[in-house]
């Protein structure tokens, strides 16, 4: 279930993980960046704050954390006109400076329509780039494009 994690502090929302829990719900959220600066600055003031309050209340029911069959995606979905950094380096970033910084256990895996490898931190393109990523991207994977493209 795709969920905006600040939906969380709404008046009435606040079993929202128990609830997911006892349905064992999978869990799609996504989050800017790491830090607050830049997750702020897309979503709005406050708004990091409290997405790292919702992650550690999923993390306190099951989701995220190693061994648990309650399963945590994260979205990573960067502002501006270029394609994310590789999919393996941002999602050991997110997950060391998660941990290390908040306290947030590890994310577990998805796959996004506009990402084109399945691990534990979705990368999705920036819309400006969102139809030749998904174009370019898909038919690559199928057909001999040029490397100019810039997918393999």
């Known amino acids: 279930m795709r969920h905006n994690?600040?939906?969380?502090?709404?008046?009435?929302?606040?079993?929202?993980?128990?609830?997911?829990?006892?349905?064992?719900v999978e869990v799609v959220s996504s989050l800017p960046y790491f830090l607050?600066?830049?997750t702020d600055a897309q979503r709005g003031h406050g708004v990091f704050h409290k997405s790292i309050e919702a992650l550690l209340r999923?993390?306190?029911?099951?989701?995220?954390?190693?061994?648990?069959?309650?399963?945590l995606n994260l979205v990573y979905n960067p502002v501006g006109a270029f394609?994310?950094?590789?999919?393996?380096?941002?999602?050991?970033?997110?997950?060391?400076?998660?941990?290390a910084r908040y306290g947030?256990?590890?994310?577990?895996?998805?796959?996004s329509r506009?990402?084109?490898?399945?691990?534990?931190?979705t990368i999705c393109?920036?819309?400006?780039?969102?139809?030749?990523?998904?174009?370019?991207?898909?038919?690559?994977e199928n057909s001999n494009k040029s490397a100019d493209s810039g997918f393999s």
């Open 58 to 71: 999923l993390n306190a029911v099951g989701y995220g954390v190693d061994g648990s069959s309650f399963v």
């Open 36 to 38: 607050e600066q830049q």
């Open 125 to 140: 393109g920036a819309a400006e780039n969102e139809e030749r990523y998904i174009g370019e991207g898909y038919e690559s």
């Open 104 to 111: 947030v256990s590890s994310i577990t895996s998805t796959q």
């Open 5 to 24: 994690l600040t939906v969380m502090f709404d008046p009435g929302q606040s079993d929202l993980p128990d609830f997911f829990r006892r349905h064992e």
């Open 114 to 121: 506009t990402c084109q490898s399945s691990v534990s931190l």
């Open 83 to 99: 394609l994310p950094p590789p999919q393996a380096s941002i999602e050991a970033d997110f997950k060391r400076e998660l941990l």
